[in-house]
């Protein structure tokens, strides 16, 4: 990897490091877009199963979307910014991936044994 193409791979994920850390800190609107630089970047999360959590980051201006996967519930997460329509979208993810996430059927099995 060339040193300018490692420079510009840095300060795309220090840019979505930020978005995360905006997230974390409670600030879901108005957040810098790192493609077009205007501040309308929303945050919105998705619950596609039990004990599953994801946090997008869309922007308004341009046709920036990311998102990341959640280790447990955020903070902020509340139905007034949950997105369906993305829910839907991460579920089908969850059903067609080739490696799937076995704790819900781990807490299954740990609440028919109990």
Known sequence: MSSVNRVALDDRVAKQIQL???????????????????????????????????????CGACDFCTRAQELERPHFFSDDRRRLDLEERDSEILKNSMFKDRRNERNERLRSAG
Request: hydrophobic share 40%; glycine share 2%.
């Open 20 to 58: 995360l850390n905006d997230a974390r800190d409670g600030r879901l609107d108005k957040l810098d877009c790192p493609v077009c630089h205007e501040a309308a970047v929303s945050v919105w999360f998705t619950n596609p199963a039990d004990e599953t959590y994801r946090t997008w980051f869309l």
